[in-house]
């Protein structure tokens, strides 16, 4: 059973950091794109950031270059996300996803995690 597991979502500070991890497993995703998707309350999901899975390229909303940085390290079957200078608008429910495309479209994710839930105070 295929399953990406997300971590390190939590309650921080405006301009604070955390780094969410997703640990995938039931297969190798060594072909697959990896990234993050987030939705807020109220809002459609949206497309955060994602790794080609050689790792050689990333791709990131406009709303979050700059600040974010996706990782992957495909001998764990794990994708990161290091989220700098959080704004509240950053508050959402983060998943991790995989697919075949690049960059990664919701239409054609094949997996998703849970999500993992970030909040932002001002």
């Known amino acids: 059973q295929v399953q990406l597991v997300e971590s390190g979502g939590g309650l921080v500070q405006v301009g604070g950091s955390l780094r969410l991890s997703c640990a995938a497993s039931?297969?190798?995703?060594?072909?697959?794109?990896m990234g993050w998707f987030r939705q807020a309350p109220g809002k459609e999901r949206e497309f955060v950031a994602s790794?080609?899975?050689?790792?050689?390229?990333?791709h990131y909303a406009d709303s979050v270059k700059g600040r974010f940085t996706i990782s992957r390290d495909n001998a764990k079957n794990s994708v990161y996300l290091q989220m700098n200078s959080l704004k509240p608008e950053d508050t959402a429910v983060y998943y991790c996803?995989?697919?075949?495309?690049?960059?990664?479209?919701?239409?054609?994710?094949?997996?998703w995690g849970q999500g993992t839930r970030v909040t932002v105070s001002s």
């Open positions: 996803v995989a697919g075949l495309d690049y960059p990664l479209r919701i239409a054609t994710i094949d997996y």
């Open positions: 790794n080609r899975w050689s790792g050689g390229s990333q």
């Open positions: 039931g297969r190798s995703f060594n072909t697959y794109a």
